[in-house]
């Protein structure tokens, strides 16, 4: 952590903890100020008061989303303690997530899986191709850190991002936005909600559209590049028929067109861009990526009685991604043209089903809660693979058919044994059916089709144990032991039978955790920290294998051995004045392997660091209203300081591919009419310029390419709402 950094971030604390401590400050300024507003959560799978839920949870309510900028699933990167989201390394698309040192580098094909559960509307996202949706008609976004395996399932070991839309109650209400920013972008959305029939059926709609001119440059095609272009739409039905029935139907559809992500040939000794700037590339071709995305999902909620509920949740999304990709940056070929060293082409049509069965209730006069039900989810792929080295010296191709069956039954039970303790039991019973049919061929140089199919079985149980106790009306203590896993599978990418055949194992993490969460000075200061062990066994880590027989740019998933992550988490929000809040957050993370499989990718890189492991990470921001009653209205302003740690994204770890520590500045100003219906905004984002890669491709001798964050940007938007 460089000085400059360090003071900022210091500075923010003391601020903070100047106006935490100040008793006669705060009683002097409460008849003013109003109390921090109250969250509602469903990481239990029910609606709880935030700060009574003995979980580590970050929520964002659809306010709070707008004024800190998030209008995609990667802006919630760094907005929530040990947590990183950043593209693929090719797609835009696609979210690649690393939370508490789990993460998966390679997802954008099937044979992938993830440490981070992802759920919209509580419809599980097997996919990370298309999750970097935009967001519109969103009420609140949930991050769940730690395993959920026991109310969420397979690949939550870590932690779950829950996305959840707004549901219509019969009012007449809407709100539109369009706004213009840096690199041509233009930004249209909005949503309407009514009532169809009075008491019983309402409905909402919405859309959006969304188109990015390129922000990079490519020096052999001479033009620009990095395009993109997303829209969307979304139906939802609600119907009450009678007091206990309650019946919410979605129906979505989004198209994501974009140019991938360029990459910039770096040196292979320096590290610098061969090009002179990170955001300049020299690729023969424009890249091209396409996905698309389509489905329903509806929840049936039927109350039993006044303490019991049953619901039903289902969901189908039909997902297809395109894709022609560089990897390389460009290298110069015969004559001295630049041609392509890497070159990736794939195409994969996924379908997922999923249907949930759950009860939740009340017994014992309160006493005990109990939420238990069943699962089952079915996921179809058809993915075709093709990779061409140097130009076209050498092309292989594979292909493959999978299907996996996941069936799981779960229950979890907290019984309050006095009004201020509970203790927590839960358990789920998973077990993953894989089938999977690869086919494999080499184009250039010639070679027959060969053929590997396998059928394997993963099971899993994954218990919780927790204790929290209501130290007072404003003061929750807990712990807790829980177990998570992320399931097993093929190398997707092996390239030859031998590898694709070596399927790896479950990723299994226990994680000890003990929180404080607390409220103090009339409401007005949360607090919520906690500490966290994840202790890892058959840690599942990729890397490039260079061996002879493999095929360059051959990546393999393999079970690394065991190893531990432990970290602080703060967070701290305060309302200091009735227009004026203030936020902080402080995250430590310590990774160290404990014993490494000698035959794996670490022990094979020498690794020393578990990937995506920042040891610090802090941030301070606020947001101030000021009432200006000569302009009719208030004048908003707010800003968000974060200083993040350097790490490794992957196994290769040397100076190359460091992603470097980094100070990120964001900042809005904007005007609100005293009717509140009509506002304007200017928002930028990181605002210091900020010029790193998120990740480096790198394989010696071959390819050395750095994929750029995005650097300063700008929106300037106007809102009408009803």
């Not at 998030?70 to 989201?85: E, G, Q």
């Not at 390679?106 to 996919?127: H, K, M």
């Not at 004045?577 to 014993?595: D, F, H, I, R, V």
């Amino acid at each position: 952590m460089t000085r400059h950094s360090m003071l900022m971030a210091g500075s923010a604390a003391l601020a903070l903890a100047a106006f935490v401590t100040t008793p006669a400050r705060a009683q002097e300024q409460s008849a003013q100020v109003v109390a921090l507003e109250e969250i509602v959560v469903t990481a239990q799978r029910r609606e709880q008061n935030l700060q009574q839920t003995p979980v580590a949870v970050t929520a964002f309510t659809a306010s709070e989303l707008e004024k800190i900028q998030v209008t995609k699933m990667v802006d919630l990167s760094n907005r929530a303690p040990n947590l990183i989201l950043s593209n693929a390394s090719a797609s835009p698309a696609t979210v690649r997530p690393f939370m508490r040192g789990a993460g998966q580098n390679d997802n954008t094909i099937p044979t992938g899986e993830q440490s981070v559960g992802f759920y919209v509307d509580d419809i599980y996202q097997a996919r990370a191709n298309g999750l970097n949706l935009e967001f519109f008609d969103i009420e609140r976004i949930e991050i769940l850190r730690g395993p959920q395996g026991t109310l969420y399932g397979r690949n939550t070991a870590v932690g779950a991002i829950k996305v959840v839309s707004k549901v219509p109650d019969g009012s007449t209400y809407g709100k539109f936005e369009a706004s213009y920013g840096r690199y041509e972008t233009y930004t249209v959305r909005g949503t309407a909600g009514f009532g169809l029939v009075e008491d019983k059926l309402s409905a909402s709609l919405s859309a959006m559209y969304s188109d990015a001119d390129g922000d990079r440059f490519n020096t052999t095609l001479n033009r620009k590049v990095n395009a993109r272009k997303f829209g969307g739409v979304r139906g939802v039905l609600h119907y009450t028929p009678t007091d206990n029935l309650d019946v919410v139907f979605r129906l979505f559809w989004t198209k994501d067109d974009n140019e991938h992500n360029s990459v910039a040939p770096s040196d292979p000794v320096t590290g610098l861009p061969l090009t002179g700037s990170l955001f300049r590339t020299r690729v023969p071709f424009v890249p091209f990526g396409l996905t698309k995305q389509a489905g329903f999902s509806t929840k049936v909620t039927y109350d039993i009685n006044e303490d019991w509920s049953l619901s039903y949740i289902a969901g189908h999304l039909n997902l297809t991604d395109q894709s022609d990709a560089d990897v390389s940056g460009g290298v110069p070929g015969p004559g001295g043209a630049f041609i392509s060293a890497f070159r990736i082409r794939t195409g994969f049509n996924n379908h997922q089903t999923s249907n949930e069965l759950q009860l939740t209730g009340s017994a014992m006069d309160g006493k005990l809660d109990l939420t238990a039900g069943v699962f089952y989810f079915k996921e179809t792929n058809t993915n075709i693979l093709t990779n061409t080295l140097f130009g076209g010296a050498s092309i292989n191709t594979s292909g493959a058919d999978l299907v996996t069956n996941n069936y799981a039954a779960f229950g979890q039970i907290t019984y309050h044994v006095t009004d201020q303790l509970g203790l927590t039991v839960g358990g789920r019973i998973s077990e993953d059916k894989k089938k999977a049919d690869f086919r494999i061929a080499s184009v250039r140089p010639p070679s027959p089709t060969a053929t590997v199919i396998r059928e394997d079985e993963f099971k899993e149980f994954t218990p919780k144990f927790g204790v929290d106790y209501q130290a007072t009306d404003d003061m929750l203590l807990f712990v807790s032991a829980s177990k998570g896993f992320k399931a097993g599978g093929y190398n997707g990418r092996g390239n030859t039978p031998l590898v694709i055949n070596i399927p790896f194992n479950e990723e299994i993490v226990w994680t000890y955790e003990a929180g404080i969460k607390t409220e103090f000075a009339d409401n007005r200061v949360r607090v919520n920290a906690g500490y966290f062990y994840n202790d890892f066994s058959d840690l599942q880590l990729q890397a490039f294998l260079n061996a002879p027989g493999v095929p360059p740019g051959t990546v393999v998933t393999s079970n690394s051995g065991t190893a531990k992550v432990d970290g602080l988490e703060v967070e701290l929000t305060a309302a200091a004045t009735e227009n004026l809040t203030l936020n902080a957050a402080l995250a430590t993370m310590w990774g160290k392997y404990k014993k490494v499989d000698p035959t794996s990718d670490v022990a094979r890189n020498n690794a020393t660091d578990i990937p995506t492991t920042p040891k610090f990470q802090a941030s301070f921001g606020f947001d101030w209203a000021v009432p200006v009653p000569d302009v009719d209205g208030t004048v908003v302003f707010g800003g968000n300081f974060m200083h993040r740690a350097s790490y490794y994204p992957g196994l290769v770890q040397n100076t190359n591919n460091l992603t470097p520590a980094i100070d990120l500045v964001d900042a809005y100003v904007g005007w609100e009419h005293e009717d509140g219906h009509f506002s304007i905004n200017l928002a930028g984002k990181n605002l210091l310029n900020e010029k790193y890669q998120f990740t480096t491709l790198f394989i010696a001798g071959f390819i050395n390419g750095k994929y750029p964050a995005e650097r300063l940007g700008w929106r300037l938007s106007a809102k009408y709402t009803y």
